[in-house]
């Protein structure tokens, strides 16, 4: 027999309360990225009472993706992200009304999600250029935005913090947006906060899912472990859910 969403959320509804649930409920969320940060805010989000959500990812799972993401087994190799991503969350709650979009935000997609429908808004996408416009058209709506920086070339997620996007220290990621940006001479409407980790660690390998002539080349990706991007997700989906608690009063952006 099929738990009632009541009984699923027993524990989640002793603490955040009857109206907080009802808050989680009813808010409308869209989340760009589900790799190894995305994939498990998407699963905080829907554990937690979330029950709009859609989720947006162009990329299958690949085999390097297995150490990491939420979704990522040898069973699920070659299959779409969204897909899969969404069919896993429907069996936490049947409930949920998920959307997957196999798609890529870019400049010249970005039209087609209709962001001013959305209470909130979750970038966890890595491409630069792509995050970038995210952030320009996400600060323009009247969502809430957050944003992940990177979580990779990191061992210890002790050290992940939240601040503003302006505020960001000690993260790559974070100071090459903020120059992009600048130098664009585009800034986001509003400012919005972000996940970052301070901690920079070197590659001690060599990226062996690459062609053996690209190896040594500067194209190679970060190594990364799930013990980070894990908790830079978790941590994600917690500002949605404090977001929540602390607009009880308000209505909600529509």
Not at 16 to 27: F, I, K
Not at 33 to 47: H, P, Q, T
Request: charged share 25%; aromatic share 6%.
């Amino acid at each position: 027999m099929t738990p009632s969403p009541k009984e699923i959320f027993n524990r989640a509804e002793l603490l955040l309360g009857a109206d907080g649930m009802e808050r989680l409920a009813s808010v409308r969320v869209i989340l760009f990225g589900v790799g190894g940060v995305g994939s498990w805010c998407a699963e905080g989000l829907i554990r937690s009472g979330v029950t709009h959500l859609t989720l947006v990812d162009a990329d299958c799972v690949a085999p390097s993706n297995i150490n990491r993401q939420r979704m990522a087994t040898a069973r699920t190799v070659g299959c779409s992200k969204v897909e899969v991503l969404r069919d896993m969350l429907l069996e936490i709650n049947p409930s949920a009304e998920i959307t997957a979009l196999e798609a890529r935000f870019t400049d010249a997609t970005a039209d087609s999600f209709a962001l001013e429908t959305y209470d909130y808004i979750i970038d966890a996408i890595d491409a630069l250029k792509d995050k970038a416009a995210l952030i320009l058209r996400a600060a323009a709506t009247p969502a809430t935005f957050f944003s992940s920086m990177g979580a990779a070339c990191k061992i210890d997620p002790t050290r992940i913090r939240v601040a503003s996007f302006w505020e960001v220290r000690g993260c790559p990621l974070g100071a090459m947006l903020r120059k992009k940006l600048r130098k664009a001479g585009t800034l986001p409407a509003k400012d919005f906060l972000c996940v970052y980790d301070e901690e920079l660690l070197e590659n001690r390998g060599i990226d062996t899912a690459l062609p053996e002539e690209l190896k040594f080349e500067k194209k190679a990706h970060n190594g990364s472990l799930v013990t980070v991007t894990a908790p830079f997700g978790f941590t994600l989906a917690s500002l949605v859910i404090q977001d929540c608690l602390q607009s009880l009063q308000s209505p909600l952006i529509r």
